[in-house]
T-cell receptor
Framework: KAGVTQTPRYLIKTRGQQVTLSCSPI?????VSWYQQTPGQGLQFLFE???????NKGNFPGRFSGRQFSNSRSEMNVSTLELGDSALYLC??????????????FGPGTRLLVL | AQSVTQLDSQVPVFEEAPVELRCNYS??????LFWYVQYPNQGLQLLLK??????LVKGINGFEAEFNKSQTSFHLRKPSVHISDTAEYFC???????????????FGQGTILTVHP
């Protein structure tokens, strides 16, 4: 079975621009979570989608948004980029048919650099 | 709310020596516990998990962890490490409270394990 895939793997943007990252979950997985990883703040939860609905959201500003499609693929968007948005963005998928004990499987991440 | 503390930010060890990476958590509800490993420029790979049952959990690559509810700990151990175990290790928790726990893992700050020849 193919793992979680994320595109693009690397991205360079300038302040004020917007960016869209894509995540394809493992086949059959219906939940997709997004995380931001930075050296200073570590791994932080952004949001989670299940059946095209956002079920949970972390403490990030409204510039960070996402969506999920009917095939469970997910995108996240960051508008008006700031230097502090430079990070590794990780996507994780799980079956999610039974609450939070479902194991999350992570993709390789998208490394975003904001100049 | 939950929190996870990994007590050591860096652990150097010689090849074939044993290692323990420490993790403590805080939560007002029952939790599920995970250890993930991250190799340079890669995502996170699941090493092992505790959901219920036996408190000693075995994972991949010879790692094991023990859940201690009274001490709220979930330390990771390996009896003999290899050079290839050099990586960053993350302890994580999720809870079964529903609602705000959906799809959310709370991570520790990570422990960098460096195995020296």
């Amino acid at each position: 079975k193919a793992g979680v895939t994320q595109t693009p793997r690397y991205l360079i943007k300038t302040r004020g621009q917007q960016v869209t990252l894509s995540c394809s979950p493992i086949s059959g997985h219906r939940s997709v979570s997004w995380y931001q990883q930075t050296p200073g703040q570590g791994l932080q939860f952004l949001f989670e989608y299940f059946s095209e609905t956002q079920r949970n959201k972390g403490n990030f500003p409204g510039r960070f948004s996402g969506r999920q499609f009917s095939n469970s693929r997910s995108e996240m968007n960051v508008s008006t980029l700031e230097l502090g948005d430079s990070a590794l963005y990780l996507c994780a998928s799980s079956l999610a048919f039974r609450d939070s004990q479902e194991t999350q499987y992570f993709g390789p991440g998208t490394r975003l650099l904001v100049l | 709310a939950q929190s996870v503390t990994q007590l050591d930010s860096q652990v150097p060890v010689f090849e074939e020596a044993p290692v323990e990476l420490r993790c403590n958590y805080s939560s007002s509800v029952s939790v599920y516990l995970f250890w993930y490993v991250q190799y340079p420029n890669q995502g996170l790979q699941l090493l092992l998990k505790y959901l219920s049952g036996s408190t000693l959990v075995k994972g991949i690559n010879g790692f094991e962890a023990e859940f201690n509810k009274s001490q709220t700990s979930f330390h990771l151990r390996k009896p003999s490490v290899h050079i290839s175990d050099t990586a960053e290790y993350f302890c994580a928790v999720s809870d079964n409270a529903g609602g705000t726990s959906y799809g959310k893992l709370t991570f520790g700050q990570g422990t960098i394990l460096t195995v020296h020849p």
